[in-house]
Structure formats: structure tokens, C-alpha cells
């Protein structure tokens, strides 16, 4: 993922960093989910950063996943939050992938289901068992 797509194409010429009043994700493609992976190995990477930058970089992970605009990082954090971003796309495609693949296999299994002859009807039902019972008791008194 490029920085211009992460960030939007903002120039800053105050030092503020990549972020700006631009949302992080493309509108089209922003994922409001309830939940988002973290990884364990990143615990290697934020242990050189300060309290402040450990609670800037969580608020950033949620802003992100949220589609809201990313505050200004400090430098450090931001090289964290880049790597980050970087997986977090990964997951992003990965789960696209199998979104489309289960949305195939239900519009295989609808079809399947639709385009197939209805089962046919049993004979003996107790409607048509009725049906003949009646019949043979009217012959029987036209007989006798």
C-alpha cells in the first residue's frame, strides 16, 4: 500500500507528517467492522516506544478501522503504524478474497436449488388415499 493511498495526496509543509483531514481509507472501500488483528510480533516493535507514543499509535489503530482521519503521529510511532497498515491491508484482501469466494458458492447453491425440477409428489398421500377410498365405496353401492 502506497503512502498517497493510505494518506490521501496531501503535501504538508508543517512537519505535521502524512495525515490530514482526509480518511485514511478510499470511501469506497472503508471497513467498519467490530473487530481487527493485532499481532503479537508487533509487541517487538512498539517496546521502543514511549507511554504517549504506545497511546497514540492504539488510538491511530482504531481511527484507522474505523475510516476515520489518523491524527499526526509522532515519527517513531509512525514507523510502527506504517508496518502495521501494511499487514492490516494484507488482512483486508485476504478477507475480500473469501467474501467473494462464499458469495460464489451461495449463488452456485441458489441456482443449483432453482433451476432443478420440484421433487415429485408421492402417489399415496392421504388426500388421494381419501380420494380413492371415496370411489370405491360410491362403485360399491352402484354395484349393490
Known sequence: ??????????????????????????KGERMFRESFINYTEWREYSRFLSVEDKAALYDAQFDYHAGETVK????????????MLQQYERNAEKWRQVRRKRSEAGQRGAKARWDAAPPPKPEDTV???YT??????????KTA
Open 72 to 83: 499526526p503521529l509522532p515519527k517513531t510511532a509512525e514507523i510502527v503504524f506504517t508496518m
Open 132 to 141: 380413492r377410498n371415496r370411489a370405491a365405496i360410491a362403485n360399491a353401492e
Open 127 to 129: 388426500t388421494n388415499a
Open 1 to 26: 500500500m502506497t503512502p498517497e493511498r493510505m494518506y490521501g495526496k496531501i503535501k504538508h509543509t508543517d512537519g505535521a507528517g502524512p495525515y490530514g483531514p482526509v480518511s485514511p481509507i478510499p
